[in-house]
């Protein structure tokens, strides 16, 4: 039997043949073979190894899905640090303006560490990874690689998954701080700052019953989630508030962002580049949240007008500044045009994404294309007019601690004559401290205000009937030669 194997020497022998064939083999590979073809057909020998002896499995959550951003890869970002434990070798930390310097910093999670986690009788781990694009406007690809055990796939996706979600939406209702973005065109990013308005329906001064409606909508919003799917609608809701500078626009989408607990994302038209970039950064906004254009009716000129220097080329008549806003963007792009908003807010893309609020903002109304305010598009329109005595009395409320004062007779009345913002009100009433010195100082305000109101009306009443003398005398003047003509053409016939 021992006669059978093979003795020491042939062993050995064998084995060093192998080797100077490999060895041989190899050389050969790296004269004939470039570099990143060694690379590769190595790496593909170890995937193709490693994928048939290990016995493990791995998620990838990438930043994106599809065309918008991926809420799984969010959940995981939120739910992540607060597994952070003694195994990982590193940790992100931090303060934002909501923070208090003394308390521990926020966590957050770096590229390339290593996250183990236990979840029922699971061992999982995750790594952040980030890929830097070539071109400079893309934003790196950001993903999530999760490793568990191959027997555990079906319960990671069935239990594990569903429970991230869970606790990330925890997380969220607990957090106590807001956030606003503004869109960063250079780095194609949302870039968010911390949110912390004061404006609540509260300290808002508006009608009562248009404010009740606003808060009855909303709560009315979040609750027909059902509802919108019976009836085959995104779960969408767009307001248009218009009305004067300083009547409480922004405050109101302020008090709206405070009610609902939505982060806000608020999109400067002019920062687009086109209709294909507004998809792209529409929708990498997140759900529960509010997107607000403001003065839309700006941003809608720009392309109106774009399209006037398509037609005509260079009009001699548009004024140098005009020109030059025009000419810029439409060298680079085509900008953003009326169908591609539309296209977000009712056409195929506005079923992106849920529980959105969109709000868009103009201080003229009339100068919008009428297909934006066609029925459906914007659910709800919302008028903000001039300051109304029960706006007076809410202000003076939160600005002065006060519910009467023998002067608020008085003023209510100037307020019902005058076209007063409630922001001008305010500016008033934040000159002191003292409510009578407050209070003395609007009604200064509000006289001054009248008597600037009667000037301009008696001008234009004047200036009218200059208008209408200078027309009497032209069609007087008219006349005569006309007469004079006849009377011309008489004598010649
Ligand atoms: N209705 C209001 N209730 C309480 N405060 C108001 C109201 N309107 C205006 N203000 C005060 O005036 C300031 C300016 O108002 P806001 O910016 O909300 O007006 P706006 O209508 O959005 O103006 P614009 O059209 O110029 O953007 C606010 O900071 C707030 O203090």
């Known amino acids: 039997m021992l006669k059978e194997l093979p003795s020491l020497s042939t062993i050995l022998s064998a084995y060093a043949s192998f080797s100077a064939?490999?060895?041989?083999?190899?050389?050969?590979?790296?004269?004939?073979?470039?570099?990143?073809?060694?690379?590769?057909?190595?790496?593909?020998?170890?995937?193709?190894?490693?994928?048939y002896f290990s016995s493990d499995f791995t998620f990838v959550i990438e930043d994106r899905w599809r065309a918008g951003y991926n809420q799984m890869f969010r959940a995981a970002e939120m739910y992540l640090p607060t597994i952070i434990g003694p195994s990982s070798d590193s940790i992100l930390v931090g303060y934002d303006?909501?923070?208090?310097?003394?308390?521990?910093?926020?966590?957050?999670?770096?590229?390339?560490?290593?996250?183990?986690?236990?979840?029922?009788?699971?061992?999982?781990?995750?790594t952040l990874s980030s890929i830097d694009p070539k071109k400079f406007y893309v934003p790196p690809k950001r993903f999530f690689s999760l490793t568990c055990k191959k027997r555990d796939r079906e319960r990671v996706e069935q239990r594990y998954f569903p429970f991230i979600n869970k606790t990330a939406q925890e997380i969220i209702n607990k957090c106590e701080s807001l956030s606003i973005y503004t869109y960063d065109q250079e780095c194609s990013l949302w870039e968010p700052t911390v949110f912390k308005h004061p404006a609540t329906f509260e300290t808002l001064a508006m009608d009562?019953?248009?404010?009740?409606?606003?808060?009855?909508?909303?709560?009315?919003?979040?609750?027909?989630?059902?509802?919108?799917?019976?009836?085959?609608?995104?779960?969408?809701?767009?307001?248009?508030?218009?009305?004067?500078?300083?009547?409480?626009?922004?405050?109101?989408?302020?008090?709206?962002?405070?009610?609902?607990?939505?982060?806000?994302?608020?999109?400067?038209?002019?920062?687009?580049r086109n209709d294909s970039d507004l998809r792209r950064i529409l929708t990498s906004t997140t759900n529960r949240s509010i997107l607000l254009i403001?003065?839309?009716?700006?941003?809608?000129?720009?392309?109106?007008?774009?399209?006037?220097?398509?037609?005509k080329g260079e009009e001699e008549e548009e004024d140098d500044e005009d020109r030059d806003e025009i000419k810029r963007p439409f060298s680079i792009d085509p900008g953003v045009t009326l169908s591609g908003l539309l296209n977000f807010i009712d056409g195929l893309w506005s079923s992106c994404g849920n529980e959105r609020i969109i709000i868009f903002t103009t201080n003229h109304k009339e100068k919008l294309d009428p297909a934006l305010l066609r029925p459906g598009r914007m659910d709800v329109h919302i008028y903000m007019g001039y300051c109304s005595p029960a706006g007076f009395r809410k202000l003076a409320a939160s600005y002065l601690g006060i519910k009467d004062d023998k002067r608020?007779?008085?003023?209510?009345?100037?307020?019902?004559?005058?076209?007063?913002?409630?922001?001008?009100?305010?500016?008033?009433?934040?000159?002191?401290?003292?409510?009578?010195?407050?209070?003395?100082?609007?009604?200064?305000?509000?006289?001054?205000?009248?008597?600037?109101?009667?000037?301009s009306v008696e001008e234009k009443e004047n200036s009218i009937e200059e208008e209408e003398v200078t027309e009497e005398m032209e069609v007087e003047r008219q006349n005569s030669m006309l007469a004079e003509s006849e009377t011309r053409c008489i004598y010649l016939t």
């Open 21 to 51: 064939m490999a060895m041989l083999f190899r050389t050969i590979l790296n004269e004939m073979l470039p570099e990143r073809m060694q690379n590769y057909i190595a790496s593909k020998i170890y995937d193709f190894t490693a994928a």
């Open 97 to 126: 303006d909501s923070c208090d310097p003394t308390a521990p910093p926020k966590r957050s999670i770096p590229v390339d560490c290593r996250i183990k986690d236990d979840y029922d009788g699971m061992r999982l781990e995750w």
């Open 208 to 272: 009562p019953h248009l404010k009740e409606f606003i808060m009855k909508d909303l709560d009315s919003f979040v609750e027909r989630k059902e509802f919108f799917e019976n009836v085959g609608r995104a779960w969408k809701r767009g307001y248009l508030l218009y009305g004067p500078p300083g009547t409480g626009k922004s405050s109101l989408v302020a008090a709206i962002a405070n009610y609902m607990r939505y982060d806000v994302y608020d999109l400067q038209f002019q920062s687009v």
């Open 294 to 311: 403001e003065d839309i009716d700006c941003g809608t000129k720009v392309s109106h007008n774009r399209t006037k220097v398509k037609e």
């Open 408 to 455: 608020f007779g008085c003023i209510d009345d100037m307020i019902k004559s005058i076209e007063v913002t409630p922001a001008e009100v305010a500016q008033q009433l934040m000159i002191s401290d003292e409510p009578e010195v407050a209070l003395q100082g609007l009604i200064e305000f509000l006289n001054t205000k009248k008597d600037i109101e009667e000037a």
